[in-house]
């Protein structure tokens, strides 16, 4: 699968132009499907996906122009038949994989079945915003916050550093963002000390292009890479 993961979604016109070289087409001639899951454990949860969905939210995903849109809720698809879901994910063109919870949403990226499905998405693009971009590497910076959010008596937490590890590298969103602490410089560094893989730090500027393995940066903004010691 082709990724395009960012920070803060389709910012600026660099990672635009870096959209639509994965997507070979214009935004306008492409469908995509919004995977607003990962948002939900958090208070406000149900507004801040119906943001999301309708455009509305500070973050340009869902409102670029695209041919069709719909919604893939992750949390409904153990209870419909796969030959009703699955095929639509096969055609769609990109797959916009919203942020909020880590946890949450790899949770139910597996227990959907989509994280089996996605490898086999040849063509597709996921995009992926935050939550949803950390979702595919192999560790979950967002670890510790997302805890707080395990409801009493769920088996959520167990693995809850782990993510998916659909990409090599890990990722840390937000770099500098005003309002959050963790995204410091330093502190990304000294996380990224303990991970045994590449760790991009981007802020809400950058994205990272993966094709076939290959990794580009696409940024108008700050990024850092620090390497395994």
């Not at 149900?46 to 309708?54: L, N, P, T, V």
């Not at 500070?58 to 919604?71: I, N, R, T, Y």
């Not at 916009?96 to 949403?105: A, C, I, K, N, T």
């Not at 959010?149 to 770099?175: C, I, K, N, Q, W």
């Amino acid at each position: 699968m082709k990724f395009l993961l960012t920070s803060a979604g389709i910012r600026n016109p660099s990672i635009s132009g870096a959209l639509v070289d994965l997507l070979g087409k214009p935004i306008a001639e492409s469908s995509a499907l919004i995977i607003p899951t990962g948002v939900y454990p958090f208070p406000g949860g149900a507004g801040r996906a119906w943001q999301a969905i309708s455009g509305k939210a500070p973050h340009p995903m869902c409102d670029l122009g695209w041919k069709s849109l719909g919604v893939l809720e992750l949390t409904a698809l153990p209870t419909i038949r796969e030959e009703n879901w699955v095929p639509a994910v096969r055609e769609a063109d990109a797959l916009l994989v919203w942020g909020g919870d880590v946890l949450y949403l790899t949770h139910w990226m597996r227990e959907s079945g989509l994280a089996d499905l996605l490898p086999s998405l040849n063509e597709s693009v996921y995009v992926g915003m935050s939550a949803g971009s950390i979702a595919v590497t192999p560790y979950n910076c967002d670890a510790e916050f997302d805890l707080d959010f395990v409801p009493d008596g769920s088996d959520m937490a167990v693995g809850a550093e782990r993510a998916l590890g659909l990409v090599d590298f890990t990722l840390y969103p937000h770099l500098d963002c005003e309002g959050m602490e963790d995204a410091t410089e330093a502190n990304i560094e000294k996380w990224a000390s303990g991970i045994p893989v590449p760790t991009y730090a981007i802020d809400d500027e950058t994205a990272i292009k993966v094709v076939d393995g290959a990794v580009d940066v696409v940024s108008e903004g700050n990024w850092r890479l620090f390497n395994p010691s």
